[in-house]
């Protein structure tokens, strides 16, 4: 585990299973990484970056992302300084 999503909720605290979808345009992504450091959420590993916090190893962190289009994403955690991406977290929003 190097980078890992562990979930994902909409603000009002509904989890987003991968392969879900959901209306709503703002999602909170939580996970943990092996090494600290800034985190990345993009849209598959090359995509744009969709919003960042910093991590520390042994602590969850969150990350929420605004302002989202009606598509299907295939969202992934990015360490910055190591490259290591988590597998994709698939949520289509409608």
Do not use: C, H
Request: hydrophobic share 35%; proline share 5%.
């Amino acid at each position: 585990m190097a980078v890992l999503i562990t979930s994902v909720k909409t603000a009002g605290g509904q989890e987003i299973p991968s392969g879900g979808n959901t209306p709503r345009r703002t999602l909170t992504f939580t996970g943990r990484v092996s090494v600290s450091g800034f985190v990345d959420i993009k849209d598959g590993p090359q995509g744009q970056v969709l919003g960042s916090a910093q991590a520390i190893t042994g602590t969850p962190f969150d990350v929420t992302v605004n302002n989202l289009d009606a598509k299907k994403y295939e969202f992934v955690a990015v360490n910055r300084d190591t490259q290591d991406s988590s597998e994709p977290w698939v949520i289509t929003v409608t």
